[in-house]
């Protein structure tokens, strides 16, 4: 079984009785694929942010259970933990985990975004929150304005939300 398949039913199984949050992950996930392959992100930097798109709500399990909610601040303050564990139980290199961990902690976080990982995830992530959430064809557009940066995710975007293209 390749990383990701064996990683995403790992999720599955930690995401138990939550079929919306499995859901969200495999959205995300594919989004950020998308995005990287279209940005052209070298390998090892695709697969640290597929990983991290697999996991970035793994702290909202935890943060139901303490805080009754999955507030954004408390995934990123829950999640990095609970991720270093499930990533050092499937063998995952060091080096990889600190950034996954890294990438967990600050997706709700959308400044000083550094690297085409963080970018790309905090995009995917958006991509997938604006349809769930069903927000407003002028939320997608000043989403689009403020946060996304990719060629490819802003197309997406665009696409995906009938926005007229940027000027």
Same mark, same amino acid.
Request: charged share 35%; net charge negative; no cysteine.
């Given at each position: =079984? +390749?990383?990701?398949? #064996?990683?995403?039913?790992? =999720?599955?199984? &930690? +995401?138990?009785? =939550?079929?919306?949050q499995?859901?969200? /992950?495999l959205k995300v996930y594919e989004f950020a694929h998308l995005i990287a392959v279209g940005e052209g992100i070298r390998e090892q930097t695709r697969q640290t942010l597929e990983t991290a798109a697999i996991v970035h709500d793994i702290g909202i399990r935890n943060s139901l259970k303490m805080y009754g909610d999955s507030d954004?601040? !408390?995934? #990123?303050?829950?999640?990095? %933990? #609970?991720?270093?564990t499930l990533l050092q139980n499937l063998g995952y290199p060091e080096v990889q985990i600190?950034?996954? %961990? /890294?990438?967990?902690? !600050? !997706?709700?976080? &959308?400044? +000083?975004i #550094?690297? +085409?990982d963080y970018q790309i995830l905090v995009e995917a992530d958006f991509l997938v929150n604006l349809y769930e959430d069903g927000e407003s064809e002028k939320?997608? %557009?000043?989403?689009?304005e403020k946060i996304f940066r990719t060629k490819t995710g802003k197309d997406i975007c665009t696409r995906m939300f009938g926005l007229k293209p940027e000027a």
């Open positions: =079984m +390749d990383k990701n398949a #064996e990683l995403i039913r790992a =999720m599955i199984r &930690y +995401d138990t009785g =939550m079929p919306k499995i859901q969200h /992950f954004g601040k !408390h995934q #990123e303050q829950l999640g990095p %933990e #609970e991720a270093r600190r950034r996954v %961990e /890294f990438l967990v902690g !600050h !997706h709700h976080t &959308y400044t +000083d #550094e690297g +085409d939320a997608a %557009e000043a989403v689009r």
